[in-house]
């Protein structure tokens, strides 16, 4: 390969450069597409449990008095979403961010009775996960805390996922492609030396030859050498 070049100036090498491109792009493409579903799908989900979540816990906090509502905050808060009860509401951040709108149309959506709620959704102040709240009839308000991701996590997450897949892909491709291509190498080497009038012996190489089945064969004879 010349020096401040990518082309490579040998046969093998450009062959080999076209395939790993050729593979690169479609298992990125096509890695790019799944990791776009799968984290629609997921946000989906989360937003859709979210809703049912909030739901009972609007239910649950209504029903009991001031004085027992911090006591229910762990019984209705779960892995994914913790749930807390507060006087103040959690900033919107709804107007601003689109994603956020999202999440708020599928909770909607899932939950019709949310549909007359003020339903307050925000990014922490790392933009890492997704907070908010929904106000009670006495004007207090259920907070809670999500595990959803914002888009740009996501975005890092999958960067780093996609690269490393790639790495290996791109690794183990140009192992194989060097392994396949050292014969037709070996015989560009020796068509090149034989050009030059130096003599060259090649030895013949393959699998071994025997009759066509289903014939009967009682002998399977090797290549010999040239």
């Known amino acids: 390969m010349t020096r401040g070049h990518i082309w490579p100036d040998g046969l093998i090498g450009r062959v080999m450069l076209v395939l790993l491109g050729a593979i690169l792009l479609e298992f990125l493409g096509s890695a790019l597409l799944y990791q776009y579903f799968d984290t629609s799908k997921s946000r989906e989900e989360s937003a859709r449990n979210l809703a049912e979540q909030l739901v009972v816990a609007d239910q649950v906090l209504s029903g009991a008095s001031p004085a027992r509502r911090h006591a229910l905050e762990s019984q209705l808060s779960s892995d994914h979403v913790r749930i807390v009860w507060r006087t103040v509401p959690t900033a919107d951040q709804t107007s601003r961010k689109e994603s956020l709108r999202e999440v708020r149309d599928i909770m909607i959506d899932w939950e019709g009775n949310l549909a007359r709620r003020d339903i307050h959704l925000a990014y922490d102040h790392n933009e890492q996960r997704i907070v908010g709240s929904i106000a009670l009839a006495d004007g207090s308000h259920v907070q809670f805390v999500t595990d959803m991701r914002s888009h740009l996590e996501s975005f890092y997450l999958s960067a780093f996922s996609i ?64």
């Open 163 to 226: 690269g490393t897949l790639l790495i290996g892909v791109f690794l183990a491709a140009a192992l194989v492609i060097r392994a396949l291509g050292s014969p037709l190498r070996n015989l560009a080497t020796a068509a090149d030396a034989a050009g030059h009038g130096e003599p060259v012996l090649l030895t013949e190489r393959g699998p071994p030859t025997c009759a066509p089945w289903p014939a009967p064969s009682t002998r399977c004879n090797s290549a010999s050498p040239a």
